[in-house]
């Protein structure tokens, strides 16, 4: 199933063990094996409940393993803070914690700012974050300029955060299933699960591709997939898709410690010695049926963006047109024909963000790209995240719509999620991330700091 030009190469994952027969009930199911999902099932094995999660592909395989390893607070829309605090304490334990590399390390993040007005704008926040407990200092350009040895361009200034962080997206997650399944969860790669099982009214199981699994709870960890899975049940939850590009380069001595963004492209430190590189600046959108059935919900997100998003007609629209329907207990499901969403990157766009990288920072210039890929961005319309049951059906629980920014809190998320699924109060309020929202109030804030 061809929809997006995919690419079978994403960045290398190491392989898993997988546990073996899929057992008949459980106390909660997990759908997905994203940094969402693994990290709800580490919490609720790590309290001894009896946790079982099905990934349709390899753990790790989409968006998860895909990202730029950015550990953020900086900038953050603030209703996220609360929740991004949390998860900055638990990255800041979890190579202990879990007895594996998951890469993180505290060296912080900067933005650099090309306009005083956007200093300014930086300022807003800084202040209103620190409501927040979150210290983020705002920099002159020069101490900006500091942090990126041969820059050759002017900066008018910056923000910077020492709290934050990076990790490797290739063995953080890894860690984290690794340490629940230390803990006892049982997790099934390759194993995709068709639909959620309903009886009198309540979530009764999960229906897999090697059968039925029953259970008093189910979370919803689909990135990109869950508003299918969540449609199978009768729930609407406006989700789209952007295509993001990164490249990672060769190792080079370029002394940048921090992840930095010049907005025209922002890298990272990997611990290989290279850099991971991309860009805020493009994502792709298709145009595809949901993008026609949430019109008027991304509309407002659209329009402030719209310099960001370029929309392209192509043949996902008729694949997901002809095929992308929720799945049925009896029949192969379109989460078994597509394993992995692996699109193919933008290749223009990552010209020029080696172009425009090469430019600012020269030592840069020549260094080879060693591997180049795309992940799929699940979007909502309000781009914060839904971590919330779902009102029409008890038991069913939902984390996803990180909106680009879900490794970084997904630690926190698991544990609010893993909180909620078993009746806890959760350690943050997660009042704004509710699925209701939605249906409930059109006029939906979005906040953009960056
Ligand atoms: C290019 C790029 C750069 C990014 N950079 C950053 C960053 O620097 N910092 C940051 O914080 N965030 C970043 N993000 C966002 C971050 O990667 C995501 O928000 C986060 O990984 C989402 O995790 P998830 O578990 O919800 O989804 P995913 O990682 O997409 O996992 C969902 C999983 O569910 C599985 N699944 C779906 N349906 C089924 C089914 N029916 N049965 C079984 N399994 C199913 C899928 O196969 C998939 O593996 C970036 C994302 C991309 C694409």
């Known amino acids: 199933m061809r929809a997006y030009g995919e690419s079978a190469d994403g960045p290398p994952l190491a392989r898993l063990p997988s546990s073996d027969a899929v057992p008949e009930r459980c106390d909660i199911a997990i759908i997905g094996g994203g940094i969402i999902g693994l990290s709800t099932a580490r919490e609720l094995a790590r309290a001894g409940v009896s946790v079982a999660l099905f990934e349709k592909g390899e753990m ?30 638990i990255w800041d334990g979890l190579n202990a914690a879990t007895g594996h590399e998951t890469g993180y390390r505290r060296s912080g993040i900067a933005y650099a700012a090309r306009s005083l007005a956007a200093v300014e704008r930086y300022r807003r926040w800084a202040t209103a974050a620190a409501d927040y407990g979150v210290e983020s200092t705002v920099l002159d350009g020069a101490s ?10 002017e900066v008018a200034g910056g923000l910077f955060t020492a709290a934050d962080g990076r990790a490797e997206p290739q063995l953080a997650n890894h860690a984290i299933a690794r340490a629940a ?16 099982d309903v ?6 199981g999960v229906v897999t591709e090697r059968g039925l699994v029953r259970c008093g709870a189910v979370v919803v960890a689909g990135g990109a997939w869950s508003r299918l899975l969540l449609q199978g049940v009768g729930a609407t939850l406006p989700q789209l898709k952007l295509l993001s590009s ?3 380069t060769a190792p080079v001595e370029a002394g940048i410690e921090p992840c930095m963004s010049f907005s025209d492209f922002a890298l990272r430190r990997r611990l290989d010695g290279g850099y991971s590189v991309a860009t805020s600046a493009v994502s792709v959108s298709q145009i595809v049926p949901d993008s026609l059935r949430f019109f008027r919900t991304f509309l407002p997100a659209y329009l402030a963006e719209r310099q960001n998003i370029r929309l392209r007609l192509g043949r996902a629209f008729l694949a997901e047109a002809l095929d992308w329907r929720p799945g049925v207990a009896d029949r192969t499901s379109i989460y078994e024909a597509v394993r992995r969403l692996s699109p193919r990157p933008d290749a223009a766009t990552l010209t020029k963000v080696q172009k425009d990288l090469a430019k600012a920072l020269p030592v840069f210039a ?3 790209v060693v591997q180049s890929w795309a992940g799929m961005i699940d979007s909502t319309p309000d781009a914060i995240p839904v971590i919330s049951e779902v009102a029409s059906l008890p038991g069913c629980f939902v984390g996803t719509g990180f909106s680009g920014h879900g490794f970084g809190i997904g630690p926190g998320a698991g544990r609010v999620l893993a909180q909620l ?14 699925l209701n929202r939605f249906a409930a109030d059109p006029k939906l804030e979005l906040q953009q700091w960056l």
């Not at 895909?66 to 998860?87: A, I, K, Y």
């Open 246 to 248: 990164v490249l990672r």
């Open 366 to 368: 020549g260094v080879p």
């Open 181 to 196: 399944a230390a803990h006892g969860a049982r997790l099934f790669g390759n194993c995709a699960v068709r639909t959620i």
């Open 144 to 153: 900006i300029a500091a942090m990126a040895p041969g820059l050759t361009r």
């Open 421 to 434: 699924a078993t009746g806890a109060t959760p350690t943050v309020d997660l009042a704004a991330f509710d």
């Open 60 to 89: 790790a395989g989409e968006q998860s393993s895909r990202n730029w390893g950015w550990v953020r607070r900086t900038g953050r829309d603030l209703r996220e803070l609360p929740l991004m605090q949390l998860s900055g304490d």
């Open 199 to 204: 009886s009198a009214g309540r979530t009764s």
